[in-house]
Nanobody, 115 residues
Framework: VQLVESGGGLVEAGGSLNLSCAAS????????SRWFRQAPGKERELVAS????????SYGESVKGRFTISQDTARSTVFLQMNNLKVEDTAVYFC?????????WGQGTQVTVSS
């Protein structure tokens, strides 16, 4: 299984980025899709998740109202739209597919927000 992330980069505070994660996996909709991030010297943090079969989305407190997770099951792709970015959002962002007995990770994409 491969997860290929894209869309990271350098943006000014207040700007937007849209991350994508394309998965080569069978029965994509049977997985919970999640985005995590890890800043230097900090633990990996759950940013957003969307439950399998297109269920409810949930968000970390620090990104609520600014980030939106969505997915295109036909393309086995999960997105993270990030608006009103803050310097503290700077981190490596990882996508993750999870279901009991399976846990897959992407390689990560760097997001840097400048002041």
């Amino acid at each position: 299984v491969q997860l290929v992330e894209s869309g990271g980069g350098l943006v000014e505070a207040g700007g937007s980025l849209n991350l994508s994660c394309a998965a080569s996996v069978v029965l994509y909709s049977s997985y919970t899709s999640r985005w995590f991030r890890q800043a230097p010297g900090k633990e990996r943090e759950l940013v957003a998740s969307i439950s399998r079969h297109g269920g409810a989305a949930s968000y970390g407190e620090s990104v609520k109202g600014r980030f939106t997770i969505s997915q295109d099951t036909a393309r086995s792709t999960v997105f993270l739209q990030m608006n009103n970015l803050k310097v503290e959002d700077t981190a490596v962002y990882f996508c993750n597919l999870f279901r009991p007995g399976a846990d897959y990770w992407g390689q990560g994409t760097q997001v840097t927000v400048s002041s």
